[in-house]
C-alpha cells in the first residue's frame, strides 16, 4: 500500500472514531443512565402546578438523584419540554435516562399519593388534614368547602357537605385542586350510596343526608363499634315517636367544644337548631364527618325497644339503656355520682 493511501486510510479511521464518539456520546446523554438512588421506591420530586423550567432545575438538583443535569437541560431543550413544564409529584427511579424522565415529565405522568382522613370534626380539621398531602394550603381547601355556590351545584351546603365526603384512603394527584376533591368525594359517595342503601333509608323515611346527620351524632355518643347499631336504634325510636333526640353531642357542637365532658342544665338552654334538647327532629346538618361504620349503624340499626341511655358508671365507653324514664333517672343518678367522685365538674 502507498504512503498516501495509508495516509488516507489513517484519517478516515480517525474521523470514524471520532463519528463512533460522537454517536456515543449523544445516545448516552439521551438513553444512558442518568438517575442515582438506592431508594427502591425512587426519590419523590415535587413540582408545583405551573413551573418554570428553572425551578425544576432547580428542584432537580435538590433531589440529589440527577447525575449530569446538563445532559438534561439538552434533552429536555430538544424535546420541547422546557417550554411548558408540568407541576405534579414524580418518582425518579434509578437508572431512568433524560430521555425516560423528560418523557415522564412532558406527559405529566404523576405518581398519585394517599390521601388518608378520618375522626374529622370540622371543615378546618379536614383542610388541615388535605394540606398535609396535597399541594393547595388549608385556607384554599377551606375555601372551597364553603363556597355556597360551588356546593350548590353538587347539591350540598356548607353545613351538609362534611355528610358528602366519607373518611377512607384516597388515591390522589398531589396537585389536585380543592374542587377537583370535593367533585372527587361527591363521585364516591354516588358510588356509596348504592340503590340497596338508598332503600333502606328510603324505609326510614330519611335523606342521605340525614343518614348522615344522625351517623354523626352516633358516632360521637359513643366510642364502641358494637354499640352503634344500638345507639342508632334509640335515636330512630325517639324520632319515630316524636320525642327530642336530647343528644349530648349536639350540646358540644353547639357550644363548640367536644372535650366537655359533662353537660350542664345551662348548656341546654343554648338557642341553636343544633340544641336537639331545645328543638325537635334532626339537627339541619352532621356534626362531625359520619364514619362509613356510623351510617352503616343507621342503615341496619338495631331493632328494640330502647328511648333513653346514659353513659356507664364505669367509664368502659358503653351505654346503660332503658325503656322508661323512671330507669333512666336511675342510670343517669348513678353517672352523675361517679362524676362527682371522679371531681369531673365540667
Excluded at 426519590?43 to 425544576?56: C, H, M, T
Excluded at 352503616?296 to 328494640?304: C, D, F, I, K, P
Aim: charged content about 25%.
Amino acid at each position: 500500500m502507498s504512503k498516501k493511501a495509508t495516509v488516507i486510510l489513517l484519517i478516515i479511521t480517525a474521523l470514524l472514531a471520532v463519528g463512533l464518539w460522537v454517536a456515543l456520546n449523544f445516545y448516552n446523554r439521551i438513553f444512558g443512565s442518568n438517575v442515582s438512588t438506592d431508594r427502591e421506591q425512587g426519590v419523590e420530586l415535587y413540582l408545583p402546578s405551573n413551573p418554570d423550567f428553572q425551578e425544576v432545575l432547580g428542584l432537580l438538583q435538590h433531589s440529589g438523584a440527577i447525575d449530569d443535569l446538563e445532559g438534561f437541560i439538552w434533552v429536555a431543550r430538544r424535546k420541547g419540554y422546557s417550554d411548558a413544564p408540568k407541576g405534579g409529584r414524580y418518582l425518579l427511579k434509578n437508572g431512568m435516562s433524560n430521555n425516560e424522565l423528560v418523557n415522564m415529565l412532558r406527559a405529566g405522568l404523576q405518581a398519585p399519593v394517599n390521601v388518608t382522613f378520618n375522626n374529622i370534626r370540622t371543615h378546618q380539621d379536614l383542610a388541615g388534614q388535605l394540606a398535609k398531602r396535597l399541594e393547595s394550603d388549608s385556607s384554599a381547601f377551606l375555601q372551597a368547602l364553603t363556597n355556597t355556590e360551588f356546593l350548590k351545584e353538587l347539591g350540598f351546603e356548607s353545613h351538609t357537605v362534611l355528610g358528602m365526603i366519607l373518611p377512607n384512603t384516597y388515591q390522589m394527584y398531589w396537585t389536585t385542586t380543592p374542587e377537583g376533591f370535593i367533585k372527587r368525594m361527591h363521585k364516591e359517595y354516588e358510588r356509596f350510596w348504592t340503590e340497596e342503601r338508598m332503600q333502606k333509608a328510603s324505609e326510614l323515611r330519611l335523606t342521605p343526608i340525614q343518614i348522615a346527620t344522625l351517623a354523626s351524632i352516633v358516632d360521637e355518643e359513643t366510642i364502641r363499634e358494637d354499640e352503634k347499631p344500638r345507639v342508632a336504634g334509640l335515636y330512630l325510636n325517639r324520632l319515630d315517636k316524636g320525642i327530642r333526640l336530647q343528644a349530648d353531642p349536639t350540646i358540644k357542637f353547639a357550644m363548640g367544644d367536644f372535650t366537655v365532658q359533662r353537660i350542664l342544665n345551662k348548656d341546654l338552654l343554648i338557642d341553636s337548631p343544633y340544641n336537639t334538647y331545645k328543638y325537635a327532629g334532626l339537627p339541619p346538618g352532621p356534626i362531625r364527618m359520619p364514619s362509613v361504620s356510623g351510617i352503616n349503624a343507621v342503615l341496619n340499626h338495631e331493632q328494640h325497644d330502647y328511648l333513653y341511655m346514659c353513659a356507664k358508671d364505669d367509664f368502659s365507653g358503653y351505654h346503660a339503656f332503658a325503656k322508661t324514664l323512671r330507669q333512666h333517672n336511675v342510670n343517669a343518678a348513678r353517672y352523675r355520682q361517679a362524676l362527682n367522685r371522679g371531681r369531673i365538674y365540667r
